[in-house]
């Protein structure tokens, strides 16, 4: 952890703090404090010119011609794009605006790249006449400092559509290379000082595709509704990278994770400060010979909404490739990739070579491109696709394993590598499964930050989360003998009391800091203990944080599922023994945690999987006192407008459970705002790193090893937002939108795990890293989310044809057969049919369906371990197993271990 952050303190303050009001701990900010003695060299007292497009009216200040105002011409007056309500406290130097630029240049001869920025040092531009389309123009020079380049600024009504253009002249006698070229955009994502109503009515989140000339940026709501600001290449301005802007002085926080800049060019960037990492594109600069004038342009239109999205990029002539199912691409399972444009494709080419194979299939009848990307070198893969204008496309892939051998990858990682057995530990934890730092390849038995080393909250119980949920997808009997132990000997009564007045509370964490009394030598010296993080015992042993019991719950159900469902694999307890555990700490965290149990929990959902099997095995009154507790929970986020708050201002995993208990007890408008919410932070693009991942920018500091504010990379929020996502689709399974989000968010849990098994707490973002963290953190979170929620979806698509996500699809004649590629074969949609079929224990191999006669045919997995195959299916398919079959009052069938194949025949 690098302590000198200046931001540091501010960020672990507010994790303690009670947040779900307003956002006011930035309001006395050092940085503020310090600008409020510097000159003002914005210029907002010289007014600005107002003009109205087609969609978007802005504001230019007269005296730097930058934005201030961006706002929409139809729908809320007082939304504004910009970070408006911030603008007199940003009118000093070096903070960036809607219209600046950042460049590096390097004169022919010169060996060392210079920098210059329009904000940097801010004078007042020169102004230039305005024409028919140009709505003010200046010559920036003057606020570029000594740059040896003339620059011109434009802003264009061009067709109705809004146009940032910047022209570059070289009026010496010297060739200048142009090595670096990034236009600010710093919309408004700062939610400094507001409560969850005014952040989701006023703020934004952006997300970009980083393309090349076919890339964007999207902007969008919080509340994901409305329209969706699109930024577009227009001229000479392909997406080559995406920077954040940590010269600008705003303060990063829990409550604003910064602003970024679109790269043009990052060639100077990649041989300086991001020197020795591998970007998403190559990094590329442009020359300008002498008295030569290049010009770079953005356009700004909107996307009716996010789901209209493509639909506006084909309508403005832009490059659109959608992925199915995406773009991590398991070694056994290719995806495919469908691509529309105006322009015809000229080439297609792999870097690395051989990383992928490509093979062309018949294009579909609406004109798209049609492809098959196979994996063929685990690791990161790029496509670039040049069209016959030049136009060039670059699409981002991850390949992995397959789904099965990533799971029993990492579930051997777990078990033996992050294994921690220690008869001598003073802490109790032992035996467990305990964090591990991958760069330096040695678990972590201190930190500073008590829960990391301490088995419990996110970055302390991920681990041992991630091995005991691998279970439910393959269960191994020897990780499993291992896991008995953890769960008997240190989950259940150390990080969980089993006596007393606080029996079934869940601890803070097991490991502390308290020198005094404890033997001399136990705390190692190279670490700075004086941090708030650096908890004493009283603080590590509280059980008031709600956030700890789901995990703890997660485990004993699966310690029920395993001991009832499977053969001679847990038989230490009974299996209604390990559901009443599961109930009991549901319950106790409502008791023992009841500030943050009112708001929606990390892995929630495991709450309503205990009530379904309560209900399933006849213990009504413990279903109806968990049921009873639930739905006051419910109705208290049905009376609140945005229902997602938590220990942080703003939260991304939540939803989870807050859109599944709102859709048990039918308030459907809170499932509606809930949804659209994840929509908004969730996207989906041609880049396997953005592609489902859910937003979340501040969990480096509490469950990583770099600590810094930044986009993560599927953090365990995007599997976990997936459960609500695909549960949705389910509902409405026309909505192809939905199932890519979900289905990328599912797989998210899988993209960054390591050739050996190794899951990181997520991947960094920015382009001085590219990589995945180093410490496993709280990444078994968003595993829960993959292990009981992945699933195989079988659509036929009205333009893409038959598809399988998760699948290996043949299409022959009148059957469609699907080979199912899950880690545990026992989730399966078939669209057409609204058809779900789940298997508690067994695997299915293949389902045949046939386009006639609508039959369904299963082929079964037999296991040694599974006495019973145990298949659900939901009443609402109309499908019921043909032959003598016996199914209880839920629609489960317990199957002969000798069934080898099933017939499904539809009755109504």
Same mark, same amino acid.
């Given at each position: 952890?690098?302590?000198?952050?200046?931001?540091?303190?501010?960020?672990?303050?507010?994790?303690?703090?009670?947040?779900?009001?307003?956002?006011?701990?930035?309001?006395?900010?050092?940085?503020?404090?310090?600008?409020?003695?510097?000159?003002?060299?914005?210029?907002?007292?010289?007014?600005?010119?107002?003009?109205?497009?087609?969609?978007?009216?802005?504001?230019?200040?007269?005296?730097?011609?930058?934005?201030?105002?961006?706002?929409?011409?139809?729908?809320?007056?007082?939304?504004?794009?910009?970070?408006?309500?911030?603008?007199?406290?940003?009118?000093?130097?070096?903070?960036?605006?809607?219209?600046?630029?950042?460049?590096?240049?390097?004169?022919?001869?010169?060996?060392?790249?210079?920098?210059?920025?329009?904000?940097?040092?801010?004078?007042?531009?020169?102004?230039?006449?305005?024409?028919?389309?140009?709505?003010?123009?200046?010559?920036?020079?003057?606020?570029?400092?000594?740059?040896?380049?003339?620059?011109?600024?434009?802003?264009?009504?061009?067709?109705?559509?809004?146009?940032?253009?910047?022209?570059?002249?070289?009026?010496?006698?010297?060739?200048?290379?142009?090595?670096?070229?990034?236009?600010?955009?710093?919309?408004?994502?700062?939610?400094?000082?507001?409560?969850?109503?005014?952040?989701?009515?006023?703020?934004?989140?952006?997300?970009?595709?980083?393309?090349?000339?076919?890339?964007?940026?999207?902007?969008?709501?919080?509340?994901?509704?409305?329209?969706?600001?699109?930024?577009?290449?227009?001229?000479?301005?392909?997406?080559?990278?995406?920077?954040?802007?940590?010269?600008?002085?705003?303060?990063?926080?829990?409550?604003?994770?910064?602003?970024?800049?679109?790269?043009?060019?990052?060639?100077?960037?990649?041989?300086?400060?991001?020197?020795?990492?591998?970007?998403?594109?190559?990094?590329?600069?442009?020359?300008?010979?002498?008295?030569?004038?290049?010009?770079?342009?953005?356009?700004?239109?909107?996307?009716?909404?996010?789901?209209?999205?493509?639909?506006?990029?084909?309508?403005?002539?832009?490059?659109?490739?959608?992925?199915?199912?995406?773009?991590?691409?398991?070694?056994?399972?290719?995806?495919?990739?469908?691509?529309?444009?105006?322009?015809?494709?000229?080439?297609?080419?792999?870097?690395?070579?051989?990383?992928?194979?490509?093979?062309?299939?018949?294009?579909?009848?609406?004109?798209?491109?049609?492809?098959?990307?196979?994996?063929?070198?685990?690791?990161?893969?790029?496509?670039?696709?040049?069209?016959?204008?030049?136009? %060039?496309?670059?699409?981002? #892939?991850? $390949?992995? @394993? =397959?789904?099965?051998?990533?799971?029993? !990858?990492?579930?051997?990682?777990? *078990?033996?590598?992050?294994?921690?057995?220690?008869?001598?530990?003073?802490?109790?934890?032992?035996?467990?499964?305990?964090?591990?730092?991958?760069?330096?390849?040695?678990?972590?038995?201190?930190?500073?930050?008590?829960?990391?080393?301490?088995?419990?909250?996110?970055?302390?119980?991920?681990?041992?989360?991630?091995?005991?949920?691998?279970?439910?997808?393959?269960?191994?009997?020897?990780?499993?003998?291992?896991?008995?132990?953890?769960?008997?000997?240190?989950?259940?009564?150390?990080?969980?009391?089993? %006596?007393?007045?606080?029996? #079934?509370? $869940?601890? @803070? =964490?097991?490991?502390?800091?308290?020198? !005094?009394?404890?033997?001399?030598? *136990?705390?190692?010296?190279?670490?700075?203990?004086?941090?708030?993080?650096?908890?004493?015992?009283?603080?590590?042993?509280?059980?008031?944080?709600?956030?700890?019991?789901?995990?703890?719950?997660?485990?004993?159900?699966?310690?029920?599922?395993?001991?009832?469902?499977?053969?001679?694999?847990?038989?230490?307890?009974?299996?209604?023994?390990?559901?009443?555990?599961?109930?009991?700490?549901?319950?106790?965290?409502?008791?023992?945690?009841?500030?943050?149990?009112?708001?929606?929990?990390?892995?929630?959902?495991?709450?309503?999987?205990?009530?379904?099997?309560?209900?399933?095995?006849?213990?009504?009154?413990?279903?109806?006192?968990?049921?009873?507790?639930?739905?006051?929970?419910?109705?208290?986020?049905?009376?609140?407008?945005?229902?997602?708050?938590?220990?942080?201002?703003?939260?991304?995993?939540?939803?989870?459970?807050?859109?599944?208990?709102?859709?048990?007890?039918?308030?459907?408008?809170?499932?509606?705002?809930?949804?659209?919410?994840?929509?908004?932070?969730?996207?989906?693009?041609?880049?396997?790193?953005?592609?489902?991942?859910?937003?979340?920018?501040?969990?480096?500091?509490?469950?990583?090893?770099?600590?810094?504010?930044?986009?993560?990379?599927?953090?365990?929020?995007?599997?976990?937002?997936?459960?609500?996502?695909?549960?949705?689709?389910?509902?409405?399974?026309?909505?192809?939108?939905?199932?890519?989000?979900?289905?990328?968010?599912?797989?998210?849990?899988?993209?960054?795990?390591?050739?050996?098994?190794?899951?990181?707490?997520?991947?960094?973002?920015?382009?001085?890293?590219?990589?995945?963290?180093?410490?496993?953190?709280?990444?078994?979170?968003?595993?829960?989310?993959?292990?009981?929620?992945?699933?195989?979806?079988?659509?036929?698509?009205?333009?893409?044809?038959?598809?399988?996500?998760?699948?290996?699809?043949?299409?022959?004649?009148?059957?469609?057969?699907?080979?199912?590629?899950?880690?545990?074969?026992?989730?399966?949609?078939?669209?057409?049919?609204?058809?779900?079929?789940?298997?508690?224990?067994?695997?299915?191999?293949?389902?045949?369906?046939?386009?006639?006669?609508?039959?369904?045919?299963?082929?079964?997995?037999?296991?040694?371990?599974?006495?019973?195959?145990?298949?659900?299916?939901?009443?609402?398919?109309?499908?019921?197993?043909?032959?003598?079959?016996?199914?209880?009052?839920?629609?489960?069938?317990?199957?002969?271990?000798?069934?080898?194949?099933?017939?499904?025949?539809?009755?109504?």
């Amino acid at each position: 952890m690098n302590l000198k952050n200046n931001y540091y303190i501010l960020i672990t303050l507010l994790y303690i703090l009670p947040t779900n009001s307003a956002f006011s701990q930035q309001e006395e900010h050092p940085v503020w404090k310090a600008t409020k003695s510097q000159p003002a060299t914005l210029g907002i007292d010289q007014g600005s010119k107002s003009f109205a497009l087609a969609q978007l009216k802005i504001k230019v200040l007269n005296h730097s011609q930058t934005l201030s105002a961006f706002q929409q011409v139809h729908g809320d007056a007082a939304f504004d794009y910009t970070p408006v309500e911030m603008l007199a406290k940003r009118d000093r130097n070096n903070f960036f605006h809607i219209g600046d630029i950042n460049v590096s240049l390097k004169r022919q001869g010169e060996t060392h790249w210079s920098y210059y920025s329009s904000a940097k040092d801010r004078k007042r531009v020169i102004e230039l006449p305005p024409s028919k389309t140009i709505l003010a123009a200046a010559d920036i020079t003057p606020t570029l400092g000594d740059i040896p380049l003339k620059v011109k600024r434009s802003w264009e009504n061009v067709g109705g559509d809004l146009i940032l253009k910047f022209q570059l002249t070289n009026p010496t006698g010297q060739a200048i290379e142009i090595g670096s070229l990034g236009i600010p955009l710093p919309f408004n994502n700062n939610m400094d000082w507001k409560n969850l109503n005014q952040a989701h009515a006023q703020n934004v989140f952006f997300d970009p595709y980083i393309g090349k000339d076919a890339g964007y940026l999207q902007v969008n709501h919080l509340h994901g509704n409305g329209p969706s600001l699109l930024v577009l290449p227009y001229g000479n301005a392909g997406f080559e990278a995406y920077s954040p802007l940590l010269d600008d002085p705003t303060p990063r926080s829990i409550t604003f994770e910064g602003f970024h800049e679109w790269m043009i060019h990052s060639k100077a960037l990649a041989e300086t400060a991001w020197k020795g990492v591998e970007q998403w594109n190559t990094p590329t600069s442009t020359l300008l010979k002498p008295n030569e004038s290049k010009t770079f342009a953005l356009k700004f239109v909107l996307a009716p909404s996010i789901k209209e999205i493509e639909n506006t990029l084909l309508k403005n002539n832009r490059p659109v490739a959608i992925g199915a199912p995406g773009y991590v691409v398991p070694l056994d399972n290719p995806v495919k990739l469908f691509i529309k444009h105006n322009r015809a494709i000229k080439n297609i080419a792999v870097y690395p070579e051989g990383a992928l194979s490509i093979r062309k299939l018949k294009d579909t009848p609406q004109q798209w491109h049609h492809y098959e990307v196979k994996g063929q070198q685990w690791g990161r893969a790029r496509l670039t696709i040049t069209y016959q204008d030049g136009t %060039e496309q670059t699409i981002q #892939y991850k $390949v992995i @394993k =397959s789904e099965k051998d990533v799971v029993n !990858d990492l579930g051997n990682f777990l *078990t033996t590598t992050q294994w921690y057995e220690n008869d001598k530990d003073l802490f109790g934890r032992s035996p467990s499964v305990i964090t591990y730092d991958y760069e330096e390849k040695k678990l972590v038995t201190q930190e500073q930050r008590a829960w990391y080393a301490g088995l419990s909250d996110e970055a302390g119980a991920a681990s041992w989360l991630a091995a005991i949920m691998k279970q439910v997808l393959q269960p191994n009997p020897a990780e499993i003998s291992k896991l008995k132990r953890f769960v008997n000997e240190t989950m259940y009564g150390h990080i969980q009391h089993r %006596e007393g007045s606080q029996k #079934y509370g $869940v601890v @803070k =964490s097991l490991f502390y800091y308290e020198p !005094d009394t404890m033997p001399a030598g *136990t705390y190692r010296t190279d670490i700075n203990w004086k941090t708030w993080s650096a908890w004493p015992k009283k603080e590590a042993d509280n059980i008031g944080r709600s956030y700890n019991y789901p995990h703890v719950a997660a485990a004993h159900w699966v310690m029920y599922r395993l001991a009832r469902n499977y053969r001679n694999l847990v038989q230490e307890e009974s299996w209604d023994t390990y559901l009443d555990r599961a109930f009991q700490t549901s319950m106790a965290m409502i008791e023992k945690a009841p500030y943050y149990a009112q708001f929606g929990q990390m892995e929630g959902s495991i709450f309503l999987l205990v009530l379904q099997d309560l209900r399933r095995e006849g213990f009504t009154d413990q279903a109806n006192q968990l049921e009873d507790v639930m739905r006051k929970r419910a109705e208290h986020w049905k009376s609140l407008a945005y229902p997602f708050g938590s220990e942080m201002p703003w939260d991304s995993t939540g939803q989870e459970e807050v859109y599944l208990w709102s859709r048990y007890f039918g308030f459907d408008d809170k499932t509606r705002v809930t949804l659209n919410a994840i929509l908004a932070y969730m996207p989906t693009v041609p880049h396997w790193g953005y592609n489902g991942s859910a937003r979340r920018y501040w969990d480096f500091v509490y469950g990583g090893k770099l600590s810094r504010i930044e986009r993560q990379l599927h953090h365990y929020g995007s599997a976990l937002n997936a459960i609500p996502v695909l549960t949705e689709y389910r509902d409405h399974p026309d909505d192809f939108y939905l199932l890519r989000v979900g289905h990328a968010g599912m797989m998210g849990a899988l993209a960054n795990v390591t050739a050996d098994g190794f899951g990181p707490a997520a991947f960094h973002s920015y382009p001085s890293t590219l990589a995945n963290d180093g410490i496993s953190g709280d990444y078994g979170t968003g595993f829960y989310g993959y292990a009981v929620n992945s699933g195989t979806y079988i659509i036929e698509h009205p333009e893409f044809g038959w598809l399988a996500f998760s699948g290996n699809l043949k299409e022959d004649k009148d059957h469609i057969e699907v080979a199912i590629k899950t880690a545990s074969k026992s989730r399966i949609f078939l669209a057409k049919e609204n058809l779900w079929l789940t298997t508690d224990a067994g695997e299915i191999e293949t389902l045949t369906y046939n386009k006639k006669d609508k039959s369904v045919i299963l082929k079964l997995n037999q296991s040694a371990l599974v006495p019973h195959v145990l298949l659900n299916i939901n009443p609402a398919s109309g499908y019921e197993i043909e032959g003598p079959q016996k199914k209880d009052k839920f629609n489960q069938y317990e199957l002969s271990p000798s069934t080898s194949t099933l017939i499904l025949r539809k009755t109504k």
